[in-house]
């Protein structure tokens, strides 16, 4: 009894080991465990979002593969979900999922036939349906033919043969949103009496004085008082004083020069 307890015990241990692997594998690959959800607040035009994934997933499909690509395989079941989503009004297929290939004890069953229980599509066709619906945590099956029980492709292999595909795959179906998400227009802001009189002052060449009488806030800048305008009154006063003492001096200077001059031709002759 001890030793079963302690079997299901490592069991579960393991398990738990293989789910943080795989969440480590897949945040590696770039995939997302669960579906891309939409927005929050935003209207969704669900007929031109139908609209949209199948235009985008026929124009990227393809039935040869290009140079060093692989075959992922996909549900059927899953395969015919998504159909019926796009082409006849139905539910939302939900994430990827491979359980059905395996048994309990995570091996490959034995009876798997292409087309019957799963579809094969090219990295950019899964990366996209991986961005858009999630994954749910399953790591991708991957094979250079359509035979699910052909040589498996190594871990690293996936990792770059999806690289590019899901950063392709993550603009697409950005530019997907923005087209089927609607937002709302905000509701025009009414100014109270309070707002707009402080925009006002705000705009007000008279900001200081206004914020200084009215709110009673600081001044910013230096207000001229009636002290200033009599010194400034009384220097400009005393300038124009200065300078007509000068232009007197100097009249009297040409006056004495002229006396002079004469005095001297006068000498002379």
């Known amino acids: 009894m001890m030793q079963a307890t302690a079997a299901v015990h490592r069991m579960d241990i393991d398990d738990i080991q293989d789910r943080e692997d795989m969440e480590i594998e897949m945040a590696e690959l770039g995939l997302s465990g669960s579906p891309n959800l939409h927005s929050s607040g935003a209207k969704v035009d669900v007929e031109l979002r139908r609209k949209l994934e199948r235009e985008t997933i026929m124009k990227h499909d393809s039935t040869q593969l290009k140079f060093k690509d692989a075959w992922f395989f996909i549900e059927t079941s899953w395969m015919d979900m998504w159909m019926n ?5 139905g539910p939302l297929p939900g994430p990827l999922s491979n359980q059905s290939f395996y048994t309990r004890d995570n091996t490959l069953r034995k009876d798997l036939v292409v087309t019957k229980h799963y579809r094969c599509v090219n990295p950019r066709v899964y990366a996209i349906y991986s961005e858009i619906y999630g994954t749910g945590g399953a790591f991708p099956i991957a094979r250079y033919t359509l035979d699910i029980y052909a040589t498996p492709i190594l871990r690293d292999d996936v990792l ?7 950063l392709s795959a993550r603009v697409a179906v950005t530019e997907m949103r923005e087209q089927y998400e609607e937002w709302p227009e905000e509701p025009e802001v009414v100014m109270g009496w309070c707002s707009w009189m402080y925009q006002c002052c705000c705009l007000c060449d008279r900001l200081p004085t206004v914020l200084g009488r009215v709110f009673g806030g600081p001044t910013y800048a230096a207000v001229d008082t009636a002290a200033d305008k009599t010194r400034k009154k009384s220097s400009k006063k005393q300038k124009s004083k200065r300078r007509h003492h000068d232009e007197e001096d100097g009249n009297d200077s040409d006056t004495d020069t002229e006396e002079t001059s004469s005095l001297l031709t006068d000498d002379r002759d």
């Open 85 to 89: 989503f796009v082409l006849h009004d």
């Open 160 to 166: 770059e043969i999806l690289k590019l595909p899901e």
